[in-house]
T-cell receptor, first 116, second 110 residues
Framework: AQTVTQSQPEMSVQEAETVTLSCTYD???????LFWYKQPPSRQMILVIR??????QNATENRFSVNFQKAAKSFSLKISDSQLGDAAMYFC?????????????FGDGTTLTVKP | DTGVSQDPRHKITKRGQNVTFRCDPI?????LYWYRQTLGQGPEFLTY????????KSRLLSDRFSAERPKGSFSTLEIQRTEQGDSAMYLC????????FGSGTRLTVV
């Protein structure tokens, strides 16, 4: 079974600085997807960024980028120029590339605090 | 289409009562998922549908839980004979690439 581990329960960053959230996963599959989701307090979870395992290039979405290390099974999220609105719980998630596989496996999250 | 809608947002029920939640997914998405999230934890998979077919159900889901998706549109999740351990946020998501989540239904069993 796949597992996702987020080893940092809490992180903090100064506004305008850069922070990196860690995620490792365990799988025997070669084809899969990895995601980072953001869940602000009392608000719904939204997709931040997605990485296909077959792509060597790291995904980037504006201030958000990932460092995908397939051999190490590591998938970290870098937030550049942090803003107060980035404060949230961040979840890393894994989904099999098998088209019949539907579910995602989530880590337990990292709570990010942004200090003004 | 304004996204994934869940109703109700909050539900307080007495132990032993039955509750039913509704989810309306994004109409173009044929896959619909139910997850449960407790405080400080990541979402746990419960079940998912492709169109009207329920393709997978978690072993975490006891016989008290049932989900339906008639005609492949909205879905309902019913919990019978609720227990205090059922208190959680129940999240619905539909997907194309990644998930689009609803706002969730927070269930409190007293």
């Amino acid at each position: 079974a796949q597992t996702v581990t987020q080893s940092q329960p809490e992180m903090s960053v100064q506004e305008a600085e850069t922070v990196t959230l860690s995620c490792t996963y365990d799988t025997s599959e070669s084809d899969y997807y990895l995601f980072w989701y953001k869940q602000p307090p009392s608000r719904q979870m939204i997709l931040v960024i997605r990485q296909e395992a077959y792509k060597q290039q790291n995904a980037t979405e504006n201030r958000f980028s990932v460092n995908f290390q397939k051999a190490a099974k590591s998938f970290s999220l870098k937030i550049s120029d942090s803003q107060l609105g980035d404060a949230a719980m961040y979840f890393c998630a894994y989904r099999s590339g098998n088209t019949n596989a539907g579910k995602s496996t989530f880590g337990d999250g990292t709570t990010l605090t942004v200090k003004p | 289409d304004t996204g994934v809608s869940q109703d109700p947002r909050h539900k307080i029920t007495k132990r032993g009562q039955n509750v039913t939640f509704r989810c309306d997914p994004i109409s173009e998405h044929n896959r619909l998922y139910w997850y449960r999230q407790t405080l400080g934890q990541g979402p746990e998979f419960l079940t998912y549908f492709q169109n009207e077919a329920q393709l997978e159900k978690s072993r975490l889901l006891s016989d008290r839980f049932s989900a339906e998706r008639p005609k492949g549109s909205f879905s309902t999740l019913e919990i019978q004979r609720t227990e205090q351990g059922d208190s959680a946020m129940y999240l619905c998501a539909s997907s194309s690439y990644g998930y689009t989540f609803g706002s969730g239904t927070r269930l409190t069993v007293v």
